[in-house]
């Protein structure tokens, strides 16, 4: 594995599960990574990627350096050819072909703005540290997906599936925020690469970009989508066509006990953190059916997976 | 020890004293957190606590994972019920869990507000954790108590003191701002749980809760306290009774050398940071009678000792 | 070495950089410091210099603590004598005292605030450290130095010189802001003790301290200057004599290609970050002749050779 990017730099999905379930037993390589350092970039807040990931990573003997980069270091410029006159004062050019002489895996973290759909597509943080950096590129979430999330996803529905190919429904849940499509996205591409019969549910309007739904059958009838579902994966998004816009702020998609109540005792799951009895009920995060802690604790293993990978490329 | 928020975690304080003692002759056991994690959360700014409890932690071999909760993370909410649509976006009750996915041990520092009483009195933050964690959790200052200060105050004393019991006396400093009560909290409790002749002096309206001092003999005028003194803990708080209120500025309670003289020759402690010619003169801080390095040294032992025993656990 | 604040702390420059060359080769001290602890102390902005000294402390066996001291921490007061009754909570006696129990080496950044010239002469921090701690200071940039880097460029030009005395030049560059004298001083020093034919070129109002250009000539005419070096460091800096002023906003002395052709094929270097197409064009930084990637992956061995000394000690 080269970078750890986007979901298609993994070469061998069920391989890559394997391991990070035979990890999650037992840390079988605690000296991969001696003399090896992760440098960590923050352009946004983190608790459980940045946590996990650091955690993967000294489990693997790896050194780890951490930055918020806003505050810590330089403000970077990405522009090309740019007269940096701005209050930019350091190139990606030079910072990525820098960070690349201090560490082995540079990983990143850098939401979209949700202002500007192309700029935000265009991915620039991301691609900017792929084009410039020397070393393998680690995605901590960017502004169109989260793959360290979506393995951890793929690795929880692996684990706790009682049916080979089971039901999984992603569901929209409103939220008082704009918030990024980069969960749903890495998600909905994981799912497709899954044996699993996967259906979203959204209410009009929160239709997600069509080159990552593809054909994914999409029902915009939350009790219908919710029958039998054996996993569902709550989570908001804003608008992708009314490209950052919250077009709706009434409760009626929270994910609450009434819901449970249509699917096949469902597993409910969440990349937290969650806005409780908005997103999902306390009634459902506090029962049994919730495998959100779970589902967070699996963050290392799916990050340790795929640090593995890059330290053995 | 299951967990180290109040001095009442203790179990037998002789025992936990020599053996911080014996940690600071000789690093007896720099494996025992091998592979084991501490996550250190920060609510407020740190010097002391901060650098030795990571520095203790990886004596002990522990890793050690560092966060500003507010900038590095989201901001926590702490009501249980609530429908989370302010600006605080993860609860306690996942942060709190995920966290023990992911640290072994976990240690908060979160100061009161000093505006609401019961609020404060409530130790919302670290009940929080304490409830939700499934590891133990190490209070590193709370609303109300700063017992690793205590432990370390208790090591100083029983190290450099010259009779079986010596005479302690907390007296009360003035200071610009609002301070909380947590270290002088913490210093009468333990000094209660010591074989010490122990006075507290300060200024009318500024009485500790009573519920902390008891029946601790409580004196108003600082020169018939300080008599024969042989340790002078000198600190500012707020008022208690008119809450978080300062209610004095003059310097009559400064401690200086005037002071030093109606001592023992007294040794003179303060927890730091410390506001010079306000809080302790300049001519007390800068002669041998001062002890307050040698006691922000015993910080790291303290933390080391309280750390094994959380870790054998 | 008992500090590393100037370059009159080095005792034998050839030996220094020797070192730093073979720990290029060949980590050869991988546990000389085992059991130590860096504390790095962040009053600005950093990422070569944090990063790599990070990197060179692990490098050998250390721990590292980062503190970003205004944010983390509490604000230093730094007058003697003072009462403290000013946002300042912790004075540098008692905190440079309190880190030297914590750490086994304190390295410190702290920039001058350009507005009064004697005040950021008289290096209070990196001072108030020195006199106040009772470990060794390393100087991670201060008011009028940037030793580390300057080590650093001495070994680029040890590494890539062709000729045994090659032509050095430092030449000013326009910059929107206004930027400290740290590094052209610490570049001129290092030049002295170097056997090169070193030259300053910068526009009329723009020369350093005298004390520290000695009688290294310094030509205004840029294009004369760059006849035959075989090493341009381009860098900004603000007027000196009109202290902290920046006297012109015209780009006449950026580095091009053009200026580029009147050398003799030189090497690039600047310590960056570093604005393009203001201080160096694109087409002279995306040119074989840029060394500024080379030369920041030497700041790790550079600040490795000098730790080594530091711990030897």
Redesign the interface.
Known sequence: MKNYINLSDIEDLPELLEDALKLKEH?SD?ELGK?K?L?ML?FN????T???T??AA?LLGM?V?V??VN????AL?FED?????SNK???I???A???S???DIIAVRAFPELKDKDKDNAEMVMNGFKEYASVPILNLESATGHPLQALTDALTILELKQVKRPKVVLTWAPH?RALPHAVPNSFVEMMQKMDVDFTITHPVGYELNSDVTKDTPIIHDQEEALKDADFVYVKNWSSYEHYGDVLRADNAWTFNLEKLQHTNNARVMHC???????VIA?EV??SDNSV??HQ??N??FAAQAVLKKLLKN
């Open positions: 840390n605690p003399g350092t440098g923050f807040p983190s608790l459980r940045r946590l996990s650091e955690k000294k050194e350096m930055m918020n505050s810590d270091g330089w410029e050819g740019v007269v940096m006159d004062a350091e190139h050019k030079e910072g072909a820098v960070l002489q201090y560490c008082p937290l953190p969650v806005r409780r009895n908005i306390d995060l506090d959100v802690i967070a604790n963050r290392t």
